[in-house]
C-alpha cells in the first residue's frame, strides 16, 4: 500500500505492508535511520518521533496511519551543520554513552522544551520517563537537558 | 492483510459490519505490539484514526460522553482532570508520555484487561460503554461489559464509540503500585471515591472489574472488604497474597485522602 507524507518538511512516499510500523518504513523504505529500532513494544522510546507535533513512538504507530500526516524525526531537528541546540547539549555535557537511546532523547526533551522551557527536575524525569538509556547514563543526561534549557 | 481507513462513523460501522474478523486499531499501543511481535496477523485492520465523531469528549445533559478515541494526555492534561480526578491520576501513570498520547480510553476497554488502568476509575464512577454498529447503538454498563479475561460483551460488528458516565463530584483517588512510577503495568491498582457512599474497584487482582461498595460509617472495616472482594492470582508481577494485602493498605491510604 502507498503511503504519502511530510518528513522533517519534505513530501514523501513509501510503498508499505500493511502491518508495519511507521518505525519499519522511516528506517527501511524512507531513508531516516536515525529513529532507533529496539523494544517495539513502546517501553524503550529510541524510536520516538513527533507526528503531526505530538511525540509518539514510531514502533506503535502503524505506517498506513501516517498517510497524509506530519512527522518530525531526529534528522529534521538539525539546521544543515549546525546542530540542535538539544543535540548541541547532548554533546557538551557528555550525555552520549553508546548512542543507541540518543536519538529519541534528543526528541523528546526538544518537545519537552518546547512545552516547558525551564523545566524542574521532577518535570524532566516525567518528560523522559518513556525513554531508557541501557548505559544508565542519566546523570549526565540530566545535565544535558538543564544545559539545553539554559540556552534556548 | 488490508488496512481500511474510514473517515466517518457510519463508514467505520459498515465496514466492520462487512468485515466482523477486522481488528479496530486507533493509538495502536496494544494493537502494534501485537503485528510487531507476530501474535496476530487479522486479514483487515480497521484504523479510526481519521474518525473525528470518536475524538475528544461532551457535556450532555449533565452527563459526560467520552469518545472511545480519548486519549490518556487529553484526559491527564484538560478540564477533565477536575471533573475526574481519579480517571486523571490513573492516566498519569499509563506507560509514558509517548503511550499516552497515542493510547486511548476505548483501547483500554476493548483490550479488557484486568490490569487496564482506566477501568477502576471508569466503574467507581458508575460508567457505562456505548456500543455502536449498523444495527444500531447500546450502552452497557462497564461492570458488564467486561466478561473475562481479556474478554468483553461487544459483538463482532460493534465498535466501541463512547464512555457514557455521570460525575459524582466525589472525593476520589486513584493509586497504582509497580516497580516504577512510568512504563510498568500493575501489580495491583485501585479506584476510591467517597460520596453518599465509600466505593472502590481494583486492578490486577480479578478477571473482571468489581465494584465494592459500603456505608460512609464503615470505613474502618472497608480495606478488609475490599482485599476480601478481590481474587488474584500468582503471577510474574506478583503473588496472590501481596495483592491482597497491597489491596489493603492502599485502601487504608485511599481512604485517609478521600475522607480527609
Known amino acids: 500500500m502507498r503511503i504519502s507524507l511530510t518528513i522533517n518538511g519534505e513530501q514523501h512516499q513509501a510503498d508499505c505492508w500493511e502491518g508495519e510500523s511507521l518505525l519499519f518504513a522511516l528506517r527501511e523504505k524512507l531513508g531516516f535511520p ?28 502503524l505506517a498506513v496511519q501516517a498517510d497524509g500526516h506530519d512527522v518530525t524525526t531526529v534528522e529534521g531537528l538539525a539546521d544543515g551543520d549546525t546542530l540542535h541546540v538539544v543535540q548541541q547539549a547532548f554533546v557538551d555535557a557528555g550525555a552520549v554513552q553508546c548512542g543507541f ?17 525551564s523545566p524542574t527536575d521532577d518535570e524532566i524525569r516525567e518528560a523522559l520517563s518513556g525513554n531508557l538509556c541501557r548505559c544508565t547514563g542519566y546523570a549526565k543526561i540530566f545535565d544535558a537537558v538543564r544545559l539545553a534549557a539554559s540556552l534556548s | 492483510m488490508d488496512v481500511l481507513t474510514p473517515h466517518t462513523l457510519d463508514e467505520a460501522l459498515r465496514l466492520m459490519s462487512h468485515h466482523p474478523d477486522a481488528w479496530p486499531i486507533q493509538g495502536g499501543t496494544d494493537v502494534m505490539v501485537s ?35 480519548l486519549t490518556y494526555a487529553e484526559i491527564e492534561h484538560g478540564e477533565l482532570k477536575d471533573v ?8 498519569r501513570t499509563v506507560g509514558s508520555p509517548q503511550i499516552r498520547n497515542r493510547g486511548t480510553i476505548g483501547g483500554n476497554l476493548g483490550t479488557s484487561s484486568p ?3 482506566a477501568l477502576p476509575p471508569l466503574l467507581v464512577e458508575g460508567a457505562e460503554v456505548e456500543c455502536a454498529s449498523v444495527r444500531g447503538l447500546r ?20 465498535l466501541i464509540t463512547a464512555v457514557w ?27 476510591v471515591s467517597a460520596g453518599d457512599e465509600l466505593r472502590a474497584s481494583f486492578g490486577s487482582a480479578s478477571p473482571r472489574p468489581v465494584l465494592v461498595t459500603a ?15 478481590a481474587s488474584p492470582i500468582d503471577d510474574v508481577r506478583g503473588t496472590e497474597r501481596y495483592r491482597r494485602h497491597a489491596l489493603h493498605v492502599l485502601t487504608a491510604r485511599a481512604l485517609k485522602r478521600v475522607l480527609a
Open chain 1, 34 to 61: 536515525g529513529s532507533k529500532n529496539a523494544c517495539e513494544q513502546g517501553e524503550c522510546g529510541s524510536c520516538s518521533v513527533l507526528l503531526d507535533g505530538t511525540l509518539v513512538c514510531a514502533c506503535l504507530v
Open chain 1, 101 to 117: 537511546c540518543t536519538p529519541g532523547l534528543v526528541v523528546a526533551t526538544a518537545d519537552l522544551l518546547k512545552r516547558v522551557p
Open chain 2, 35 to 69: 503485528l510487531n511481535f507476530d501474535q496476530g496477523r487479522p486479514a483487515v485492520l480497521l484504523n479510526l484514526n481519521e474518525v473525528a465523531e470518536l475524538r475528544g469528549w461532551s457535556r450532555e445533559n449533565g452527563a459526560l460522553r467520552l469518545g472511545s478515541g
Open chain 2, 84 to 91: 475526574l480526578p481519579a480517571l486523571a491520576e490513573a492516566s
Open chain 2, 115 to 117: 490490569a487496564g488502568d
Open chain 2, 139 to 158: 450502552r452497557i454498563p462497564l461492570g458488564d461489559f467486561v466478561t473475562g479475561v481479556k474478554r468483553n460483551a461487544l459483538e463482532e460488528d460493534e
Open chain 2, 165 to 191: 458516565l455521570t460525575p459524582s463530584n466525589a472525593p476520589q483517588t486513584f493509586m497504582k503500585i509497580g516497580p516504577r512510577n512510568a512504563m510498568v503495568i500493575a501489580v495491583v491498582s485501585l479506584a
Open chain 2, 215 to 229: 456505608p460512609r460509617d464503615e470505613a474502618a472495616s472497608f480495606p478488609e472488604r475490599v482485599a476480601a472482594a
